[in-house]
């Protein structure tokens, strides 16, 4: 009998593992939804921005002038490659003026420096008093000249 109860108890114990109880588990539990969070959308990245640097415009290069026989401040200025107009010659005498005594007398040698590019007040001012002068003579230096030299 020691041995039949040890085969039903090993019977009973194998049953049970092989084939589980009787009586059926309750069926599991459904698993919940899984709600995955929504994906961060990154912001599309800023272009690089180009970092262009711009040198600033060289100042032009003034026209050096050597006076010649028979040149005046009104040919020089009325001449294409300098001014092309000879109511600009104030321009010159006021540019300068540390070597010109009296506009109205230059002398062969002399060497000008000439402003290539001046503004345009500067243009206007000198037109105005290249027309408006008045009377001069060779040798003296006209009041006009003087205030014009001031301004």
Same mark, same amino acid.
Not at 11 to 34: D, Q, R, S, Y
Not at 66 to 82: F, N, P, R
Not at 141 to 147: G, I, K, L
């Given at each position: 009998?020691?041995?039949?109860?040890?085969?039903?108890t090993?019977?009973?114990?194998?049953? $049970?593992i &092989?084939?589980?109880?009787a009586?059926t !588990? *309750?069926?599991?539990?459904? *698993?919940?939804?899984? +709600?995955?969070?929504? !994906?961060e959308?990154?912001p599309? !990245?800023? *272009?690089?921005?180009?970092?262009?640097?711009? %040198?600033?415009? *060289?100042?032009?290069e003034?026209?050096? $002038?050597?006076?010649?026989?028979g040149?005046t &401040? #009104?040919?020089? %200025?009325?001449?294409g490659?300098?001014?092309?107009?000879?109511?600009r010659w104030p &321009?010159? =005498?006021?540019e300068n003026?540390s070597?010109? /005594?009296d %506009?109205?007398? /230059?002398?062969?040698?002399q +060497?000008?420096?000439i402003?290539?590019? !001046?503004?345009?007040?500067?243009i206007?001012? %000198?037109?105005r008093?290249a027309?408006?002068?008045?009377p #001069?003579?060779?040798?003296?230096?006209?009041?006009?000249?003087?205030a =014009? &030299?001031?301004?």
């Amino acid at each position: 009998m020691k041995i039949s109860r040890l085969n039903f108890t090993l019977g009973l114990l194998l049953g $049970f593992i &092989l084939g589980g109880c009787a009586t059926t !588990p *309750p069926p599991a539990p459904e *698993p919940e939804p899984v +709600v995955m969070p929504e !994906p961060e959308v990154m912001p599309e !990245p800023e *272009p690089e921005q180009e970092v262009v640097m711009v %040198a600033p415009e *060289p100042e032009p290069e003034p026209i050096i $002038f050597t006076v010649s026989q028979g040149d005046t &401040l #009104w040919s020089i %200025a009325g001449k294409g490659y300098i001014y092309g107009d000879s109511f600009r010659w104030p &321009l010159i =005498y006021k540019e300068n003026s540390s070597q010109i /005594i009296d %506009a109205d007398l /230059i002398y062969p040698g002399q +060497v000008f420096m000439i402003d290539s590019d !001046p503004d345009m007040d500067e243009i206007d001012a %000198a037109i105005r008093h290249a027309k408006t002068r008045g009377p #001069w003579s060779l040798g003296v230096v006209e009041d006009s000249d003087r205030a =014009y &030299l001031a301004q």
